[in-house]
């Protein structure tokens, strides 16, 4: 089994920053991916920022320039650097990661931007 602890979330003001963490604890084999979605109420849930084991890393469009994802691989932890926030970006964030055996998610992580 996996577990996985987000951190970070919460209320900040359009155009602020917050940093999201997700570390992962438990029978872990070859830790492959490590993602964020969010998930906005009545929408569906979107990969938000993507990252390989090899350190390669992708975005959806509107987050692109704002956000930065990273991860240590002996701390198996990752994190979602968040920059100039938009109240579009009001979410739950969740963390995904992806194991030899299967994905697992986090519980997820409130954020909210206040215009």
């Known amino acids: 089994q996996v577990q996985l602890v987000e951190s970070g979330g919460g209320l900040v003001q359009a155009g602020g920053s917050l940093r999201l963490s997700c570390a992962a604890s438990?029978?872990?084999?070859?830790?492959?991916?490590m993602d964020w979605y969010r998930q906005a109420p009545g929408k569906q849930r979107e990969l938000v920022a993507s990252?390989?084991?090899?350190?390669?890393?992708n975005y959806v469009d509107s987050v692109k320039g704002r956000f930065t994802i990273t991860r240590d691989n002996a701390k198996k932890t990752v994190y979602l650097q968040m920059n100039s926030l938009k109240p579009e970006d009001t979410a739950v964030y969740y963390c995904?990661?992806?194991?030899?055996?299967?994905?697992?998610w986090g519980q997820g992580t409130q954020v909210t931007v206040s215009s």
């Open positions: 990252s390989t084991r090899a350190g390669i890393t």
């Open positions: 438990g029978s872990i084999f070859m830790l492959n991916a």
């Open positions: 995904k990661v992806t194991v030899a055996y299967g994905d697992y």
